[in-house]
């Protein structure tokens, strides 16, 4: 049994390092998204506004949701500013209903989301004793179920066309560990989970015109952390983690990690 999956983990890993050579002489075909409906979620500030402002520049149409109504504004005037058609909603993704209300105003006074960002999330820095029961139930609500909410309200019509994106933003933390982090660490597992299966169902019903791409990044400085600090590796800055997203997303990427050798990490763990 030892030899077996000491043969495993090796053809795991040459499989990795054949798929990285491939990718390095042959460079996936990107795609444009100039017109393209995107919809973003948490995009007031962070990686979600830097994200928007990466679709503004090759001229997506961008519908941005944030809980934050000033740096909603910002982020959109930032996006118009670069020649962007521009739609803000203040939603509460914590809250199923009023997704679900702004999703139908959306499909109805704009038109059909083709790329759909589920990147709002919280988190809460604490042991697990510490952390209150609100911290955590916010923490799924925005992590894992907003994510579910919005890919429902969206899909069908993806569905019917066979032709979409989803992008989750998850975490490095939704595939390693850290201490202080037990709730935030299980919703990002989740986000993980969620993308694997949705790109597993999605291809066993034979929608391979929706592609799905995870971004799991090390965690970045957006200050939502005061004085961040963690074992798996330096803190990102948010223009070196949305490019790579980006570049994803062009080439249908499903897993992004930041930095790449993550995914190594994951196969010495396993």
């Known amino acids: 049994m030892r030899y077996l999956r000491l043969a495993l983990f090796l053809g795991t890993l040459l499989y990795a390092y054949?798929?990285?050579?491939v990718r390095l002489l042959l460079p996936a075909r990107r795609k444009a998204v100039g017109g393209e409906l995107v919809l973003l979620t948490g995009a007031g500030r962070g990686l979600g506004r830097a994200t928007a402002l990466e679709f503004a520049r090759r001229q997506s149409r961008l519908v941005l949701w944030d809980v934050d109504t000033h740096g909603l504004r910002e982020t959109a005037a930032e996006c118009e500013r670069l020649g962007a058609t521009v739609h803000t909603f203040v939603v509460d993704c914590s809250?199923?209903?009023?997704?679900?209300?702004?999703?139908?105003?959306?499909?109805?006074?704009?038109?059909?989301?083709s790329i759909l960002v589920n990147n709002a999330g919280v988190i809460?820095?604490?042991d697990l004793l510490s952390t209150q029961d609100h911290q955590i139930e916010k923490m799924f609500e925005v992590n894992i179920l907003a994510h579910i909410?919005?890919?429902?309200?969206?899909?069908?019509t993806m569905m019917d066309n066979n032709r979409g994106h989803i992008v989750t933003v998850a975490s490095a933390a939704g595939h390693f560990v850290t201490s202080f982090m037990v709730a935030y660490c299980s919703s990002?597992?989740?986000?993980?989970g969620?993308?694997?299966a949705l790109t597993e169902e999605l291809s066993t019903l034979g929608?391979?015109?929706i592609k799905t791409t995870c971004l799991c990044p090390v965690f970045i400085n957006t200050g939502f952390v005061k004085n961040p600090s963690t074992r798996?590796?330096?803190i990102l800055e948010v223009d070196e983690v949305v490019k790579e997203l980006m570049e994803g997303i062009l080439t249908n990427k499903k897993m992004v990690f930041v930095p790449s050798n993550q995914r190594f990490a994951l196969l010495l763990e396993r």
Request: hydrophobic share 45%; proline share 2%; charged share 35%.
């Open 188 to 192: 990002k597992f989740a986000a993980v």
């Open 194 to 196: 969620f993308h694997k």
């Open 149 to 156: 909410w919005t890919t429902r309200a969206f899909l069908p």
């Open 95 to 113: 809250k199923r209903e009023e997704i679900y209300g702004a999703a139908e105003k959306v499909k109805k006074d704009i038109g059909d989301v």
């Open 232 to 234: 798996l590796g330096r």
């Open 18 to 21: 054949a798929e990285a050579a």
């Open 207 to 209: 929608k391979d015109g």
């Open 124 to 126: 809460t820095a604490a």
